[in-house]
């Protein structure tokens, strides 16, 4: 048996998400959209974007925060022995849950971990996230009472593995291949912001090393932010939840030494004011996270230690973003997409349909 | 007899509910849980200590752990 883990006790989840409450937040300053130092739904919309899987100008860019995310997750896996390649867990119906989970998040315009770095920067609009957030996590755990799993995975080749991690690494030589050119939209085969969010960015290199350091860190503590609030709904335990507390009061405190806090709920950096579609958006995101166990982070740290059915849901959320923007799904800070609220409708169907449907021990 | 948990290839949440169902309504005060990652394995002990159960063994089998415990 390995020596025990010093992250994932108490003070070690409290610690990682400390680190990760003052370094998003230090992203930010260093270039990163407002309260969006970290937001892993808005980084993969943005590399959908890169690649041309959208053409909405504004948000895209490779971002290499998730790269570093599912790599530093996997340094760690390999350096603990903890890299088990599986898969077979219903890998179409997480494809379809990631997508919906993605247009979710993009109606109120940020996952959990934005979410939360939106409240610390002082916008009340990620109030209505949160709550509709704890809503669809609260609808997921009556499924999961009822007997709601996805079934079991099998262990499997390296290989598998390794697929997510290989494709973000090949994200990053594109990027190195296809550098950004001032005052250009493209470079080769990458398209490029020129304006908004995606033109937004901390130096390439710094994001990358941030991103390879969360990644590791949150390896090891298992860090996810809708496992916080399932576990206290579902089972009255906290572990999660004090590292995702922890992360907000340590945004809080740096965006006030950096003096990025402004409280309020209209005129905040890419946000809407609309309370209900706040609420339905972020209430469809975490149902979908509930129902595929683990906040879009924790299924890219998934990724990295060789989960190739969470790897199927990243890009569930890549592809979902593609269709978010082509599609008119996505809200701006104008408001919700002139389909947007049809598509929260949707969504929320297809998982009531997957939650009442998927029970029992048919592993 | 020990009450068998068999949680491996199951993902987060699983293993924890079957365990907590099992420390719940099971009537054999010994249990063996199997699980396949160290995040379950953690959980899984966590969620049972939770409970007032004694962890009284945890070793590596197969691709993953298996751990025996007392009801507390």
Known sequence: MQGKNIFATRWGIIGVGAVIGILAPVLQKLGNPGNMGICVACFERDIAGAVGLHRAGVVQFVRPEIIGFVLGSMIAAYLFKEFRPRVGSAPIVRFVLGAFAMIGALVFLGCPWRAVLRLSGGDGNAILGLLGLTFGIWIGTLFLKKGYNLGRTQVTHATVGWMLPLLMAGLFVLMLVFPQIEGEAQSGVLFYSLKGPGAMHAPLFLSLIVGLGIGFLAQRSRFCTMGAIRDVVLFGQTHLLSGFISLAVAAFLTNLALSQFKAGFVGQPVAHTMHIWNFAGMALAGLAFALAGGCPGRQLFLSGEGDGDAAVFVLGMIVGAGFAHNFGLASSPKGVGPHGIAAVVVGLLFCLFIGFTMRGKKA | ?72
Request: net charge negative.
């Open chain 2, 1 to 72: 007899m020990a009450a068998t948990v068999d949680a491996r290839g199951l993902s987060c949440p699983q293993p924890v509910i079957m365990t907590l169902d099992e420390i719940k309504q099971g009537k054999e005060k010994e249990m063996i849980v199997f699980v396949d990652t160290d995040t379950s394995k953690e959980n899984v002990i966590r969620a049972a200590e939770s409970q007032g159960c004694q962890i009284t063994d945890v070793t590596p089998e197969g691709e993953g752990y298996r751990i025996a415990l007392t009801k507390g």
